[in-house]
């Protein structure tokens, strides 16, 4: 173990191509997913019905077919979202247990479990066994995503205030960046080749590249000293060995609760130094919720709406969603660091110019190094609060610029909007650090992580529900205004901690 810990730039750069490699299998199989599924339906519900011998393509176009396949579809995803949500904990602590760098090439290789299932039940051509596999796909697919919270973990072990930001935003352009280029390949792959496991070989691989990578190039990040560890473990197994029924039921009720632990972080609580109720991170999680039900859905919304409205292709589809994606990682990557540094400048004179204290005290006090980083770590952590309200408005905007659109030219424009807000993941990672003690930075992630999980699980099931009676009515342009309105909610939970909720100048 390294004497001093590495330089937080260094280890983001090192996490960048990991981050990449764990993103680009999930999106590179979308479509092969689909279709695999499809055919195990269509050969089970063949069986079921007395065939033996392989149904036709024109079976596989029944609409019974294509019901069932939407339900395992769903099933799915409600799955890998349930997996993710209680996971997230257990994932958080084993990272502060025994370090990030661990998980880092397990999680990976876990996530092969999801691939090879997928590839085996599309080969074996057995009914009855594809259902296990299925599953077994539905509940490793979430290591996948797990492998990505942990880099976030790494990013509050090296970074300060100023950094933390920047570092978050780096991460969070190169996990669109990965989507991106799977979206182009997964339709290329469609187009130019007929080899249905094509998409699963290239996931397969970068998710073992991805194990390998972590295991020979990115350091460990927390740095502990081990003979406390062993003495803390130590007692614990002590105490296991000595323990009779209650502490049985007590480990018992202990393991029930794990799974949400993070979450009590979240609630509000009366601060014992001050006596004051400390509300703000309550007030950001409800924001998080709400805004991320509003936009988690946007992509898939986007297919549904473009091919309902104006008649898209599949092809077309996928392109879209590239679109879509290569347009947020430019803004995170070009034009995000900008504002961050900028916005912070202007922040800083204005913080300076509305200050109590008189220039020449204020001059003498910056001379301490405790009022100067004082200063410093209460202007970033305040302009993260800025920079999230502003980019969940263009959230807002961007969505309802999209339900007034009237054509396909309009529409794709109002989508490039979206990017506008991009900004708004980075910014509420490092908002909720900020608002917690340094010691429980990894546990707020956790917490944001099983909100975010929460939010994927329920966008789908509110508004996909939506969507569909909007369909019926010829109206589903009014999806989006509703989705704004949900990111406008989420805005004014935020306004308080922006215009209230800030320090009194000094």
């Known amino acids: 173990m390294p004497s001093k810990p590495p330089r937080g730039s260094s280890v983001v750069s090192r996490l960048l191509p990991f981050t990449f490699l764990c993103t680009i299998g999930p999106s590179v199989t979308a479509a092969t997913a689909l279709l695999i599924v499809r055919s195990l339906m269509c050969q089970f519900d063949y069986v079921r019905h007395g065939g033996d011998d392989m149904p036709s393509g024109e079976y596989c176009r029944r609409p019974r077919v294509g019901a069932l396949t939407a339900s395992v579809m769903t099933g799915l995803a409600v799955m890998d979202g349930i997996v993710s949500f209680l996971s997230t904990s257990y994932v958080q602590r084993l990272a502060d247990k025994y370090g990030r760098r661990p998980l880092l090439y397990t999680l990976p290789a876990v996530a092969t479990i999801s691939t090879i299932s997928m590839m085996v039940a599309y080969t074996a051509k057995n009914p009855n066994l594809a259902w296990v596999l299925l599953a077994m796909n539905g509940i490793f697919v979430s290591a996948s995503t797990k492998a990505i919270f942990v880099p976030t973990l790494s990013v509050t072990d090296v970074a300060n205030e100023q950094q933390r930001t920047r570092f978050f935003s780096r991460l969070e352009a190169v996990s669109l960046l990965g989507p991106g280029i799977g979206y182009v390949m997964s339709a290329l792959v469609s187009r130019y080749t007929s080899i249905t496991l094509l998409p699963y070989c290239i996931a397969l691989a970068s998710q073992l590249l991805a194990a390998l990578y972590a295991a020979a190039a990115i350091p460990e990040t927390v740095h502990k000293a081990d003979e406390d560890d062993k003495t803390d473990s130590d007692a614990e197994s002590e105490a296991g060995d000595n323990g009779g029924l209650r502490e049985v039921v007590e480990e018992t009720m202990e393991a029930v609760v794990e799974p949400v632990k993070p979450l009590r972080l979240l609630m509000p609580r009366r601060n014992e130094e001050t006596g004051r109720i400390e509300w703000r991170l309550f007030l950001v999680t409800v924001s998080l919720l709400i805004t991320t039900i509003g936009t988690v859905f946007i992509a898939t919304a986007s297919l549904l709406y473009l091919s309902d409205k104006f008649n898209f292709q599949p092809e077309e589809n996928g392109w879209v969603l590239a679109y879509l994606t290569f347009s947020r990682f430019v803004y995170l990557i070009l034009i995000f ?136 009515i010829g109206k589903p342009e009014m999806l989006f205004l509703v989705a704004g309105a949900c990111c406008a909610v989420g805005a004014v939970l935020l306004a308080p901690l922006v215009f209230v909720g800030r320090d009194a100048p000094r």
């Not at 800083?348 to 405790?370: D, G, I, T």
């Not at 302009?383 to 309802?400: E, K, M, P, R």
């Open 337 to 472: 660091p900008f504002i961050q540094r900028g916005g912070r400048k202007l922040y800083h004179w204005y913080q300076a110019k509305r200050s109590s204290v008189a220039p020449h005290e204020r001059s003498r006090l910056l001379q301490r190094e405790s009022f100067r980083q004082r200063e410093a770590t209460n202007e970033t952590n305040h302009f993260d609060i800025i920079l999230c309200f502003v980019s969940v408005c263009f959230d807002a905007v961007a969505l309802i610029l999209v339900s007034l659109s009237r054509t396909p030219k309009q529409a794709l424009i109002s989508f490039a909007f979206l990017a506008l807000g991009s900004g708004d993941n980075p910014t509420f990672k490092s908002v909720f650090t900020s608002l917690v003690p340094p010691e429980k930075d990894s546990q707020a992630l956790a917490a944001l992580d099983m909100v975010w999980n929460a939010a994927r699980l329920l966008s789908p099931l509110l508004l996909g529900g939506l969507y569909a009676l909007l369909v019926e």
